[in-house]
């Protein structure tokens, strides 16, 4: 059952408007894929199931179905990312992509994109600022250590496909994280149980955006 905060008095609400059952089978609120709408609802998909859900925080809160998208279903292992106002690129089964416009929140839009080169099972998505999307870490098959997919993917948002970018020099299974950091570079690190190997490190990624064609470093915009 969702909860929500109040900054202004530190307490926190069970929204049972909003009671989980509503999903139609157990533990599918786990890692759900949950963005803010511009109408103050949230927008959320979730693991084995292809639909589509609106919470209204107000009141006691309520749960609504607003679409079923076809294709593979959403899972929690997959990652998602918000690459623009209101759209958001989305991994349905563990390669194939799609996007999910919530222009408005209760018709959401769904197209088909290009799908990634691999399975990647635990990878994790970061919005640039250039409006391409990153994923990195994850395999083929779940936290299998020689599966693992260490080259990173940028997906383009105008040609709808993947290209291929550096490679990791570690693997980022499960409990690894991505975050964009204020130079436009990415913080990858972590990953571990119950996977095969713990990381307590982190690489730095630095999308092409930085550089120049001839390998050098591109002028930073002051």
Not at 158 to 184: F, I
Not at 200 to 220: K, V
Request: with cysteine.
């Amino acid at each position: 059952m969702p909860e929500l905060y109040n900054p202004n008095t530190g307490r926190w609400k069970m929204l049972t408007g909003a009671n989980n059952s509503l999903y139609g089978r157990r533990n599918a609120w786990w890692y759900p894929k949950s963005y803010s709408a511009r109408d103050t609802t949230v927008f959320v998909f979730h693991a084995q199931q292809n639909d589509l859900w609106i919470l209204d925080p107000r009141g006691d809160g309520s749960l609504q179905s607003v679409a079923t998208v076809p294709g593979q279903p959403f899972r929690k292992e997959v990652p998602s990312c918000m690459f623009d106002r209101n759209k958001i690129l989305a991994i349905q089964g563990t390669q194939d992509a799609c996007i999910l416009d919530i222009d408005d929140p209760r018709a959401p839009k769904y197209e088909k994109t290009g799908s990634l080169r691999e399975r990647r099972i635990w990878a994790n998505a970061v919005a640039l600022p250039n409006g391409e999307v990153l994923v990195v870490g994850g395999a083929s098959v779940s936290q299998e250590l020689d599966t693992a997919v260490n080259y990173a993917e940028i997906w383009n948002p105008t040609t709808g496909q993947w290209r291929v970018g550096a490679e990791a020099a570690k693997a980022r299974l499960y409990h690894s994280s991505a975050l964009l950091l204020p130079d436009a570079t990415v913080l990858v690190g972590g990953g571990g149980r119950p996977g095969p190997v713990t990381q307590r490190n982190a690489e730095i990624y630095s999308p092409p955006y930085l550089f120049q064609a001839n390998g050098e470093l591109a002028t930073r915009p002051v």
